[in-house]
């Protein structure tokens, strides 16, 4: 049997190992990408994202096992470096994911984030289809709040959870770094720690101005990811927002819109490397580069002439 083969039948290796060649972006794994995106679609995307530290692996550990004991079957991308699903991590936070099941109904994978981070949430999103296609009910994304590439993957997700903490100024460094735009629910994790009412209370006012403007309600939960509590009242407002994306209209249009960002992305790729190619062999760039860098002409207009001379404009 083929590795695509066991992967329609269900076999978490042939998972592991497709997860790979779309990572390391081996020859044909396009071909294999566009076999599964007929058989996606139906997997809701949740997004977790926050500081270093906050709980994220935490909290998709509850979620998980919550969504397990519901019937659910779940696959976890974790994006973060410092995450204990990468395997950077702390003894204790290792144990905690042993006693996951093992009868195939979860499925974690991390995502390499050392050198390029290039195509790391192209990688990212095509894992998702991947394990969306393999019949996973939820594909559960954990990604630290910083950078382009971390944006861009949450943008993929139907919902997204931002997780913070009771440590003064988060709230504040949260609306710096961009979260607060992108969260639609807000994880207030290790609540037990004190402060943790005050920063609530000091989200809920911020959230009143976003709250006027749109019909969602922007809840802040105040969690315990350790002691395992208000992990259902997380997960309720997760489903109400899923609900709420339904309802809205809106989740059918940001599936539509990821659609088109990735035939985009497809084709500017595609187009990119037909188009270096052929400009190394219509001119000698180093010759240009040269005359341009003694001022005798300049880009804009050895780029038009170019264009022109490949009939591309
Ligand atoms: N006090 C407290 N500690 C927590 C809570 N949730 C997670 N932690 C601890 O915070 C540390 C970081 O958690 P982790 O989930 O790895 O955070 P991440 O970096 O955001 O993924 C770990 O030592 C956790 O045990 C909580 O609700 N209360
Ligand atoms: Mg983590």
Redesign the pocket.
Known sequence: MTVLERFLGGDQSALARIITIIEDRTDGYQDVLARFYPRSGKAVRIGFT??????????VNSIARMLLAQGKKVGIIAV?P???FTGGA?L??RIRMVDMPSDGTVYIRSMATRGSTGGLAAATGNAAVALDAFGFDYVLI?TVGVGQVELDIIDTCDTVVV?LVPESGDAVQALKAGLMEIADIFAL?????PGAENIAAELNMILEIKREKQEWEFPVVM?????NKNIDRLLSKIEKHIAYLHSSGQFDKHRREQIRKKIVSIVTAQINVVVREKLTQMVDIEKVVGEIYEGKTDPYTVSKELIRLSRMG
């Open positions: 926050g500081p270093p530290g906050a709980g994220k692996s935490s909290l973060d410092t995450s204990p702390l204790g936070d954990e997780t994790n290790k609540s037990d720690r969690t315990e990811a350790i002691n």
